[in-house]
């Protein structure tokens, strides 16, 4: 067990909407980063927060965006959400930027 | 730009068999880290190990071992009489220098090795 705490496991939703992923980093972790899992692209580095504050950006659509929150733990917003947008989405989180990333379980998002 | 190269798609072994992955690099970074991940077919991504760019000391850890060499951009990844459980994905991942705002936490993953170890 990574001590990274993703839910839901998994989601089942139609295009068009709007969905909310929830990350919770291990305990004294200030680092949170999203990543997403698809077949056509394997694993892309989507966006990092520092202890509130985003950091950096990859590969993450305008329609995706993230927030950490003051208790440390992060949310991923998916909206007007596309068939393509099904993948899996993992959650990481590292003490500090010098740390490696320690991996949650993800949330397997089912676009219909 | 940088690149993580893992050319072997599948590899298929009967337990007891040792086994190799490949891992070629691109990178301009002087520093750099390189990293494998493990993902059991459950689906979640556990860390194995992280060499940073000055470090090509070879590391073994019980039958797992690395090489990394500068000189061939490779990081190669040893599993030593192979086991069931050792079926997965392997990655290997590539992150550059630390600076500024930088993280080694944005990393650049390879397409993957899928590992079936057949008993």
């Known amino acids: 067990d990574s001590g990274v705490t993703q839910t839901p496991k998994h989601l089942i939703t139609a295009t068009g909407q709007r969905v909310t992923l929830r990350c919770s980093p291990r305990s004294g972790d200030l680092s949170v980063y999203w990543y997403q899992q698809s077949l056509d692209q394997g694993l892309q580095f989507l966006i990092q927060y520092y202890n509130g504050e985003e950091r950096a950006k990859g590969n993450i659509l305008e329609r995706f965006s993230a927030q950490q929150f003051p208790d440390l733990h992060s949310e991923l917003n998916l909206s007007s959400l596309e068939l393509g947008d099904s993948a899996l989405y993992f959650c990481a989180s590292s003490r500090d930027r010098n740390s490696p990333l320690h991996f949650g379980n993800g949330t397997r998002l089912t676009v219909t | 730009a940088q690149k993580v190269t893992q050319a072997q798609t599948e590899i298929s072994v009967v337990e007891k068999e040792d086994v190799t992955l490949d891992c070629v690099y691109e990178?301009?970074?002087?520093?750099?880290?390189l990293f494998w991940y493990k993902q059991p077919p459950s689906g979640e991504l556990v860390f194995l190990i992280r060499r940073n760019s000055f470090d090509e000391q070879n590391e073994i850890s019980g039958r797992y071992s690395w090489n990394f060499q500068k000189s061939t951009s490779s990081f190669n990844f040893t599993i030593t009489a192979s086991q069931v459980v050792d079926s997965a994905v392997y990655f290997c991942a590539l992150s550059g220098e630390v600076k500024g705002g930088g993280s080694q936490g944005n990393l650049i993953f390879g397409k993957g090795t899928k590992l079936s170890v057949k008993p």
């Open positions: 990178t301009r970074d002087t520093t750099y880290y």
